[in-house]
């Protein structure tokens, strides 16, 4: 199985600061990664796939880049509704896996 | 709109079963993969199982392969998740999730359910 590795675990960030995530998968996937993020109670939501195309309706303060085993989700200027946990998911090769989880939380 | 609905989670004793279901809506359900998800409670996503349109092609994690079955039935817009022999490991919360596969993307998930929480205890 591919292995995902997500860093930080967690942060604390204020309103309008960016924010990047990274995770790395531990070989190459070809651009073949997801970003969700979820909230409390409720169910993940998809942000971007592709490593870098964003979802229809996700704010464009969202973005994602990458290649091979390395790839970063930014977000440009934190907004209030930005704090949750976001994971990644590779989807490269079957038995699909995703990151651990960071968790923003309000500095 | 999109909508996703499971049911039948609850508790159940250590080598119990259950059966989950899905119930979708505001798409054409024969068209799309599907993919049961689940998420321990306070733990990180984990893929289940999923199962293609027409239900030539199934996968499952190693951690229920040989225990859970994934099915589906286009006529009645459902998917569905027969767990069997279930253990402690096996508490989470079961979301049932669409597969964008060959739509314009890959294997990644467009549209989950509320989630159905499955208890595994004695």
């Known amino acids: 199985d591919i292995q995902m590795t997500q860093s930080p675990s967690s942060l604390s960030a204020s309103v309008g600061d960016r924010v990047t995530i990274t995770c790395r998968a531990s070989?190459?996937?070809?651009?073949?990664l997801a970003w969700y993020q979820q909230k409390p109670g409720k169910a993940p939501k998809l942000l971007l796939y592709?490593?870098?195309r964003l979802e229809s309706g996700v704010p464009s303060r969202f973005s994602g880049s990458g290649s091979g085993t390395d790839y970063t989700l930014t977000i440009s200027s934190l907004q209030p509704e930005d704090f949750a946990t976001y994971y990644c998911?590779?989807?490269?090769?079957?038995?699909?896996?995703f990151g651990q989880g960071t968790k923003v939380e309000i500095k | 709109q999109v909508q996703l609905v499971e049911s039948g989670g609850g508790l159940v004793k250590p080598g119990g079963s259950l059966r989950l279901s899905c119930a979708a809506s505001?798409?054409?359900?024969?068209?799309?993969?599907m993919s049961w998800i689940r998420q321990a409670p306070g733990k990180g996503l984990e893929w289940v199982s999923y199962?293609?349109?027409?239900?030539?092609?199934?996968?499952?994690a190693d951690s229920v392969k040989g225990r859970f079955t994934i099915s589906r039935d286009n006529a009645k817009n459902s998917l569905y998740l027969q767990m069997n022999s279930l253990r402690a490991e096996d508490t989470a919360v079961y979301y049932c999730?669409?597969?964008?596969f060959g739509k314009g993307g890959g294997d990644y998930f467009d549209y989950w359910g509320q989630g159905t929480l499955v208890t595994v205890s004695s």
């Open positions: 070989q190459g996937i070809s651009n073949s």
């Open positions: 592709a490593a870098s």
């Open positions: 999730a669409r597969d964008r």
């Open positions: 199962i293609s349109s027409s239900s030539s092609y199934t996968n499952y």
């Open positions: 505001g798409f054409t359900f024969s068209d799309y993969y």
């Open positions: 998911q590779q989807y490269y090769s079957t038995l699909w896996t």
